[in-house]
């Protein structure tokens, strides 16, 4: 829709500024766009909740002044980030004014901008077993707490109508979110021109599903990326990016809001997403379009891969409050078993590729051979080549107890102390666990049941294997010297 609407004083401004030269005569016209001109539409989503638009429309434009509306955007649009640009005349079209309009409109707002003007308000009147509309003619004189009105010489509050009917919309007030642009044109006719700008309540996590296979060595890994609008725009037949990475920002991003969304998932056989580095990030690229619709969260799968090796291990943590018992002296105190599944994410292992930071669901087949959730873990970003190490839980077969056997002590700043760790397995398969111990100080080993290896400055590590149906027990003396 263009209209046309000169602005002498616009004008004069502009001939001072040398955007057009004096006695020239430019006319002002309004144009509106939507997204039925748009031929592009790029959405590039960061794990931050901002995402960067790029919505390209195709525009007929006249000569002139032009006051651009732009619709159809993200109600959470940052306003400092919106850039527009011609792709096809980028010296012919200049900016010369932005604003971004966001007062909405809605029967508050018809009424707030009323004050001062005439309505008409409709009342319904029951008259011999009929209804009849009886319009009143009234100035909304303020609309505070409520409409106070002048109907004639009279000032009335508290007055009730079924509907008003106003004679026409302010010009202030938008359907939806618009972004306005004030633009010197030099080349009537199409050009392609594209609008960039930052928007928030837009996230992505990514999201993985480990199925260990029956012999525990072996499991298959499938990642989904899940994706969050909450922008206030849906984005239809958009090419979707993602990026993964610790992006600094100036400010906090705003808290996720919680509301009922649509639930949606996209899956394939092949592999989706294509990737790259992007500076010191990853860009993942969905090698096609996709919709996303506004208060929708959508899964899309990111990769698969079969018959990666896995290790399962049995670990121990000891943590200094655990060297003594102050409940129930001499008794030993017992520690969980932790259960890790460890796989190396690098090409020879079917993955090699770089890993969003997100939750790992593990799951694996019963003796029906039916899948059993039995643990998740967090992991960060995660390059190739690495190793990814997942707790899952705390083994429910395997028990271990410590207690601490003697304390010497042999100076000011020296003391010995031994230690005992019974490990007892009720699986019918041997296993091996791992105990890691904090030792503070300048310390050496006196003595160890199990062959240790000093992992740290201030920690050791044993390698203690249990027989099936049976126990073992570590027992180590170190001197400490602080």
């Known amino acids: ?39 592009e539409l790029a959405v590039t989503v960061y794990n931050s909740n901002i995402a960067l638009v790029r919505d390209v429309r195709r525009l007929r434009l006249p000569a002139g002044t ?33 604003n971004y309009e966001y007062d909405l ?27 009849k509309e009886v319009p009143v003619k009234a100035v909304l004189l303020a609309y505070n707490q409520g409409p106070v009105w002048r109907v004639g010489n009279e000032i009335i509050t508290g007055m009730g109508a079924d509907r008003y009917v106003f004679p026409d919309l302010p010009e202030n007030l938008y359907s939806k979110p618009t972004l306005v642009w004030l633009l010197d044109n030099r080349k009537a006719g199409e050009q392609t021109v594209e609008a960039s700008y930052l928007t928030n309540q837009m996230n992505w996590s990514a999201d993985y599903v480990l199925t260990v296979h029956s012999d525990q060595k072996e499991a298959d890994l499938n990642g989904w990326v899940t994706i969050v609008n909450q922008s206030g725009a849906a984005f239809r037949n958009a090419q979707l990016q993602l990026v993964a990475g610790e992006l600094n920002r100036v400010y906090a991003p705003p808290a996720p809001m919680v509301r009922a969304m649509a639930m949606k998932a996209e899956a394939v056989g092949a592999a989706q997403f294509a990737q790259e580095a992007l500076s010191e990030y990853h860009l993942y690229t969905l090698e096609r379009h996709t919709d996303i619709q506004n208060n929708e969260t959508k899964q899309i799968s990111l990769l698969a891969a079969a018959g990666a090796s896995v290790e399962k291990i049995f670990q121990v943590d000891g943590q200094q409050y655990y060297f003594q018992n102050q409940i129930s002296p001499g008794q030993p105190v017992k520690e969980p078993v932790k259960v890790l599944l460890k796989f190396k994410n690098s090409e020879v292992n079917s993955l090699g590729v770089p890993l969003p930071a ?25 390059p190739k080549d690495e190793t990814v190490s997942l707790h899952i839980g705390n083994a429910f077969d ?26 007892r397995n ?5 296993i091996t666990i791992l105990v890691n111990e904090p030792i503070g100080g300048d310390w050496m080993m006196l003595d160890s049941s199990f062959k240790y290896e000093k992992t740290a400055a201030f920690a050791a590590r044993f390698t203690v294997p249990v027989a099936a149906n049976a126990e073992a027990v570590l027992k180590y003396r170190v001197r400490i010297h602080w």
């Open 1 to 39: 829709m263009v209209k046309p609407q000169p602005t002498l004083r616009l004008i004069a401004a502009l001939a001072l500024a040398g955007w057009i030269a004096t006695g020239e005569v430019l006319a002002q016209t309004t144009v509106t766009s939507t997204e039925q001109e748009q031929k």
């Open 66 to 98: 032009i006051e651009m509306r732009y619709m159809d955007i993200a109600a959470q649009v940052n306003p400092a980030t919106v850039h527009i640009v011609s792709l096809t005349a980028p010296k012919e079209l200049n900016v010369l004014e932005q």
């Open 105 to 131: 409109l809605s029967p508050e707002k018809l009424l707030q901008k009323y004050v001062g003007k005439e309505l008409t308000l409709i009342r319904l009147i029951s008259e011999n077993n009929s209804t």
């Open 358 to 382: 997100g939750t790992v669901r593990v799951y694996q087949g019963d003796s029906k051979g039916r899948l059993q959730f039995i643990g998740e873990d967090r992991i960060g970003h995660t």
């Open 398 to 423: 395997v028990v271990a107890e410590r207690k601490q056997t003697d304390y010497q002590r042999l100076g000011p700043h020296n003391v010995e102390v031994a230690y005992e760790i019974s490990l």
């Open 426 to 430: 009720h699986k019918p398969d041997p």
